[in-house]
T-cell receptor
Framework: KQEVTQIPAALSVPEGENLVLNCSFTDSAIYNLQWFRQDPGKGLTSLLL?????REQTSGRLNASLDKSSGRSTLYIAASQPGDSATYLC???????????FGKGTKLTVNP | GAGVSQSPRYKVAKRGQDVALRCDPI?????LFWYQQALGQGPEFLTY????????KSGLPSDRFFAERPEGSVSTLKIQRTQQEDSAVYLCASSLGRGRRTEAFFGQGTRLTVV
């Protein structure tokens, strides 16, 4: 079974801190890796999509990297703000199909 | 519409009742997906459509679950004889579907509570 693991499960940081969220996966035959944000009681908001031919993507204060050889992706958040508080999920396309396989997420709390 | 729209947002069903959940994808999106998200977990794949064709239903947990997309646009997920373990958030997503390099966009979800 192709697994996606996210560490840590929860993270609490003071406002202004830079932080890294980790995502690891067992199958290196990866097409896309996508990072999402989920606010309580809400759906998923797509943050960044890294295609298999890419190594990283950036959007504002967010930077996501992909290392297929080690089976890892990281989401870097610069200068964190209380509004960044949410659960962050990574997901990869399962080999040979169109479906996304998700990790359980990292719950981030940024304290003012 | 501008995004993926799901209705209802919340549904409370008595055990044994049938429910129907609706998903209206982004206009022009070929691929449509249904996921189930239990509390504190990541979403789990249920089924996938390309236009009106259901190409993968391997994630449907039982034959009580049925999905359709008859005209290749709006999709309905139906759950018959609901049970308490069906309580979850049901998420719909759509994508352009041109190969495996396209971004998936999710709706707000339908929170189903079976009592």
């Amino acid at each position: 079974k192709q697994e996606v693991t996210q560490i840590p499960a929860a993270l609490s940081v003071p406002e202004g801190e830079n932080l890294v969220l980790n995502c690891s996966f067992t199958d290196s035959a990866i097409y896309n890796l996508q990072w999402f944000r989920q606010d309580p009681g809400k759906g998923l908001t797509s943050l960044l999509l890294i295609q298999s031919s890419q190594r990283e993507q950036t959007s504002g204060r967010l930077n996501a990297s992909l290392d297929k050889s080690s089976g890892r992706s990281t989401l870097y958040i610069a200068a964190s703000q209380p509004g960044d508080s949410a659960t962050y999920l990574c997901a990869r396309l399962q080999g040979g199909s169109e479906k996304l396989v998700f990790g359980k997420g990292t719950k981030l709390t940024v304290n003012p | 519409g501008a995004g993926v729209s799901q209705s209802p947002r919340y549904k409370v069903a008595k055990r044994g009742q049938d429910v129907a959940l609706r998903c209206d994808p982004i206009s022009g999106h070929v691929s449509l997906f249904w996921y189930q998200q239990a509390l504190g977990q990541g979403p789990e794949f249920l089924t996938y459509f390309q236009n009106e064709a259901q190409l993968d239903k391997s994630g449907l947990p039982s034959d009580r679950f049925f999905a359709e997309r008859p005209e290749g646009s709006v999709s309905t997920l139906k759950i018959q004889r609901t049970q308490q373990e069906d309580s979850a958030v049901y998420l719909c997503a759509s994508s352009l579907g041109r190969g495996r390099r396209t971004e998936a966009f999710f709706g707000q979800g339908t929170r189903l509570t079976v009592v």
